[in-house]
């Protein structure tokens, strides 16, 4: 067979300003050093690079953990990792759902063999810990996970009290924080948390293809306790870790120009400092909501339980959801996401991830909603830049 190489253009996707659940845009120092040549994985230049990542996400995720290192895959390798290290057939494992991501993980448990207990809670809502209690008593879980930041509906899982009910029942407590990491604290050590993924795309902006783990000494502990060999070979901790450690023993080639890039993210976020990222994030949030209810449309989440990088908006009756997210993508270069499962067609998901969370992002989103919102003939009160400035402002 052959084919027409005239026929392929460069790649060039014109401007996107990414409002989505992830990927967010990426900063050009980011995509400037995905360019830079490639080495080979034993290289000594290499190994540094190795090094400053392990040592900027330990500071991303503000633990001493030594096993902490990115997975080569997106968010979702994090999660099986996580999963198939810590969990062997048989095990329980309860699992918090409230919503697609953490119905993700009962479902990668049951895969693994695990015996899933599954607390089901609202979805856009946190659920509370009272339940979760209930569900673990007179059990003796080996693991009890959660979604920290649940991408699916914007609600924030407040994780002290589930830490406390991990380790009543004596379970490792695993976390996906795959949208929480580098947008709102994140602090493993002090949070109690042993086993935590991420992933690259959220507010960490670099493109999406790796997943930062970590694993606390009490998760190694049980790694070392395994009866049975992990089931994936790929994403075997023993092994992978090997190679990120001291001995640098050949498991797989890793994306070199990922990790390169994952590198110069993260030194970015150490650049603006994290208490200094936390409060853009929640300012922009704050704002944006402002102007979303200014508008007369209202939230999914009740207030106290939202996100700061995600924001679930209830699709207004009149407003066509396709319609309105391809007029803004096209008239305005601006991604959002529809719902997901349950809450397709409901809402609409505007991601304030990383480098995307800024003032000229937020106004100009409400002003493209307000004017696609009326030329579909949906009423909306107007004030919506009034409010957001007032936010601004300090008013
Ligand atoms: C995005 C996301 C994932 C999956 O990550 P991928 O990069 O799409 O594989 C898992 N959990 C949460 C909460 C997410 O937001």
């Given amino acids: 067979m052959d084919i027409n190489a005239n026929e392929f253009r460069d790649i060039d996707p014109g401007e996107r300003i990414l409002m989505g659940p992830g990927p967010g845009s990426v900063p050009p120092r980011v995509l400037q050093t995905l360019s830079a040549p490639c080495v080979g994985y034993l290289d000594p230049y290499f190994f540094s690079v190795m090094d400053d990542t392990q040592r900027l996400l330990r500071y991303v995720f503000q633990t001493e953990n030594t096993l902490t290192l990115p997975v080569s895959g997106t968010g979702m390798s994090g999660m099986e990792t996580t999963i198939v290290n810590t969990v062997e057939p048989g095990d329980e494992v309860v699992v918090c759902v409230s919503g697609f991501f ?13 015996k899933v207990v599954r607390v089901d809670g609202e979805w856009g809502r946190a659920i509370d810990p009272d339940v979760v209690r209930k569900a673990v008593k007179g059990r003796n879980p080996k693991v009890l996970a959660a ?22 029942c004596g379970a490792l407590f695993l976390v996906d924080m795959v949208t929480s990491l580098g947008g709102m604290e994140v602090s493993l050590d002090k949070m109690g948390i042993d086993v935590a993924y991420s992933g690259s795309q959220k507010c960490l902006s670099c493109p999406p293809g790796l997943s930062p783990v970590s694993f606390s000494p009490a998760a190694v502990q049980a790694l070392e306790n395994r009866k049975s060999p992990v089931v994936s070979f790929y994403l075997d901790m023993g092994m992978v870790s090997r190679y990120w450690g001291e001995e640098r023993k050949y498991h797989h080639t890793v994306p070199i120009n990922m990790i390169y890039a994952l590198r110069e993210a993260l030194r970015i976020v150490a650049e603006e400092g994290l208490e200094a990222r936390f409060a853009r994030h929640l300012l922009n949030h704050r704002a944006l909501v402002a102007g979303v209810e200014a508008m007369g449309l209202s939230m999914l989440v009740p ?3 939202r996100l700061p990088m995600l924001n679930a908006i209830r699709i207004p009756e009149g407003a066509d959801d396709v319609k309105v997210r391809k ?39 409400l002003s ?28």
């Fill in 102 to 114: 953490g119905a993700r993980i009962g479902e990668i448990v049951s895969r693994v063999g695990g």
């Fill in 147 to 168: 979604v920290h930041a649940e991408t699916s509906t914007g609600a924030c899982q407040p994780i002290q009290d589930l830490k406390g009910i991990a380790r009543e």
């Fill in 303 to 305: 207030e106290g339980e």
């Fill in 327 to 365: 007029t803004l993508l096209n008239d305005f270069s601006v991604e959002i996401g529809g719902g997901l499962g349950d809450l397709a067609g409901k809402v609409w998901r505007v991601g304030l991830m990383g480098h995307v969370s800024c003032m000229r992002n937020v106004v100009l989103f």
């Fill in 368 to 395: 493209a909603l307000e004017s696609i919102l009326r030329s579909q003939g949906v009423k909306t009160k107007g004030g919506a830049i009034e409010a957001a400035s007032a936010v601004y402002a300090g008013v």
